[in-house]
């Protein structure tokens, strides 16, 4: 087909024809349908230039607010539930084992390893919390040696890559379950925070009239050899924002009580359940 003299008609067709010589199938499938989805999407819409400028703008700006510590694409793809519906599509569990959720932008690989019973907080503030639980396999044995990569925002609700106050690995550790499956950690109660707002995604959650905030949780990637690692959170039950998560990531599975105990501590207790790989 000639790529001269189009309408608004053949265009569509004009551009994937070009495809043709594309030699990666699974490449070429990608590119087809989104094509075809954002050919469809300025059809639906009627979109003008002006509208056209201010997308190609807006997706500069997000562009350029990335560096090594922020990352504007994963959280537009998590505001705009792309992230979730992706993990939806690729981690699906068999009954009885631990939900997956989003990853999010403030994971920091290389977290020192600690005991069971330390603390991941050296800073201050917050309500002191133990959360205590067991890594199992489906059938309900435990799984010595996994792995639990934890990481949360400090008392001030901000991650230690969001803060140069914090120390890089505050409210970070890796944890290994013991021959029980037990593992074992001190920290304070996490706070529902905003996702940055000081960037493009800001500025569209506000004029999609959204609020930017998160339900308080705990990021878990649990993982042992011989089953699949799950990317996780636990959820504090009661929190305002369970039904209204900006990245729609809560499941009923993933909400534990952080009851108090005595001595005005928290104490939560989460059993994971991993699927063999
Ligand atoms: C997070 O939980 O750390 C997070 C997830 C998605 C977007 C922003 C933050
Ligand atoms: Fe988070």
């Not at 230039?49 to 997706?59: P, Q, S, T, V, Y």
Request: charged share 25%; glycine share 8%.
């Amino acid at each position: 087909m000639s790529t001269r003299n189009l309408s608004e008609a053949d265009l569509t067709d004009a551009v994937l024809a070009r495809l043709e010589r594309c030699e990666d199938p699974r490449f070429k499938e990608l590119m087809t349908a989104l094509i075809r989805h954002l050919h469809a999407f300025v059809r639906e819409v009627g979109l003008t230039e002006a509208e056209w400028f201010e997308g190609i703008k807006f997706l500069t700006a997000t562009g350029q607010k990335c560096d090594a510590d922020r990352q504007e694409y994963i959280l537009l793809s998590d505001v705009l539930g792309v992230s979730m519906l992706v993990d939806a599509l690729n981690h699906k569990k068999p009954t009885g084992a631990t939900e997956s959720t989003v990853l999010g932008p403030f994971y920091v690989e290389g977290a020192p390893d600690l005991a069971n019973g330390a603390s991941i907080c050296l800073s201050g503030g917050g309500e002191p919390t133990e959360v205590r639980g067991r890594v199992l396999s489906l059938d309900g044995k435990p799984i010595r040696g996994a792995v639990l990569d934890v990481w949360q925002t400090a008392a001030n609700s901000l991650y230690s890559s969001q803060d140069p106050q914090q120390e890089r690995y505050n409210m970070r550790g890796r944890f290994r379950s013991d021959d029980k499956g037990a593992f074992f950690f001190r920290t304070v109660k996490p706070v529902s925070y905003p996702v940055p707002t000081d960037g493009p995604v800001g500025k569209i959650l506000n004029a999609m009239g959204r609020h930017p905030m998160r339900p308080a949780h705990i990021h878990f990637i649990v993982s042992a050899p011989g089953y699949e690692p799950v990317a996780t959170h636990i959820f504090a039950k009661g929190d305002p924002y369970l039904d209204s998560d900006v990245v729609f990531a809560v499941k009923n599975s993933l909400v534990a009580d952080f009851k108090p105990k005595d001595g005005g501590i928290l104490e939560v207790n989460y059993d994971f359940a991993l699927k063999p790989a």
